[in-house]
């Protein structure tokens, strides 16, 4: 099974930058489609970005022309690149790896453990 290590969280200013990395081991990472989500206080996880095993990406739409989604199949790393950051940016990041097939074997999904983000105004 899959498990996933997130760096690259901080304090940041508003309008700063920050790029997070979501780190691979037990399988590689080039079957399972990537997603980033974070979580407020308060508030509901929900999803920031995903990138198929294709490189398809999709970005909701609060942080499309900000953020970046990618991935280093050969590094088993996928990265968040988050420009122009804002308060409202402000959670627990936290990678996740989607459960999928290959071949005859399932791979089951994993969530990494998060890492924090917080922009001042």
């Known amino acids: 099974q899959v498990q996933l290590v997130e760096s690259g969280g901080g304090l940041v200013q508003a309008g700063g930058s920050l790029r997070l990395s979501c780190a691979a081991s037990g399988t590689r990472l080039d079957i399972y489609a990537m997603s980033w989500f974070r979580q407020a206080p308060g508030k509901q996880r929900e999803l920031v970005a995903l990138i198929t095993n294709g490189g398809v990406t999709n970005y909701v739409d609060s942080v499309k022309g900000r953020f970046t989604i990618s991935r280093d199949n050969a590094k088993n790393t996928v990265h968040l690149q988050m420009n122009n950051l804002k308060p409202e940016d402000t959670a627990v990041y936290y990678c996740?790896?989607?459960?999928?097939?290959?071949?005859?074997?399932?791979?089951?999904?994993?969530w990494g453990q998060g890492t924090q983000v917080t922009v001042s105004s």
């Open positions: 996740k790896a989607d459960a999928t097939w290959s071949g005859r074997t399932y791979y089951p999904g994993a």
